[in-house]
């Protein structure tokens, strides 16, 4: 499928930059929204009627003739734009289950865990000890199985950048959420270092233009 047109939802979360990155990587035009979530504005009319669930990122493809293909939750649309342009998700194989798995473990921990980390760390308007502390232990449980994985390979799924290394970079770059530091994990440092240095990164962490989490 070639879309004529993209419209890109998001703010500046490492969700959001998830989309953003790719949209980059492919060299996809694209009209970025922002949707400001200090605010509340993912819970607006106009965007719960395109995620029922308010929330971002959402990515609608628009094609000449046909219905509007919406797309939300970050990792739904990082494997729609990797199929549909064949590129950093391989298309079968052994290769590509790895890098799904490797993806699962980015989608329903890594981004998971830091969240609730950042909730106690910085959020929480009562604050918890064992909380913090619980949920910091589950990222650094993360953090270990990533360190040890890029011990021997340069990314995440293997020799080569994929969408796992798209989707799990915005949130090692928020380490600080759950006061942790990568000098701790020089594996996991270089490979940061590494994609930071991309421009198609670059580029998409500064979509949308202006946003910051305050």
């Not at 240095?197 to 500064?206: M, N």
């Amino acid at each position: 499928m070639t879309a004529t047109h993209r419209d890109f939802y998001g703010w500046a979360t490492p969700n959001s930059h998830r989309v953003s990155i790719l949209l980059e990587e492919l060299g996809l035009p694209y009209t970025a929204t922002g949707v400001n979530i200090r605010r509340k504005e993912q819970f607006a009319p106009a965007i719960l009627r395109l995620n029922p669930y308010g929330k971002i990122p959402i990515l609608v493809e628009h094609q000449d003739g046909q219905q509007p293909v919406v797309l939300f939750e970050s990792g739904a649309i990082l494997q729609h734009l990797a199929e549909t342009h064949g590129r950093f998700l391989p298309p079968a194989g052994p290769a590509r289950a790895e890098t799904l798995s490797w993806l699962m473990v980015v989608l329903t921990a890594l981004g998971p865990y830091t969240g609730q980390a950042h909730h106690w760390t910085e959020l929480a308007p009562e604050p918890s000890a064992p909380a913090r502390e619980h949920s910091i232990a589950l990222v650094r449980r993360v953090y270990a199985l990533l360190e040890a994985r890029l011990a021997g390979l340069p990314f995440l799924a293997g020799e080569a950048y994929s969408i796992v290394d798209i989707a799990a970079w915005p949130w090692i770059m928020r380490h600080g959420w759950a006061d942790l530091s990568l000098d701790d994990y020089p594996n996991l440092a270089r490979w940061s270092r590494l994609v930071g240095e991309r421009p198609a990164v670059q580029r998409g962490i500064a979509v949308p233009a202006g946003a910051r989490l305050e």
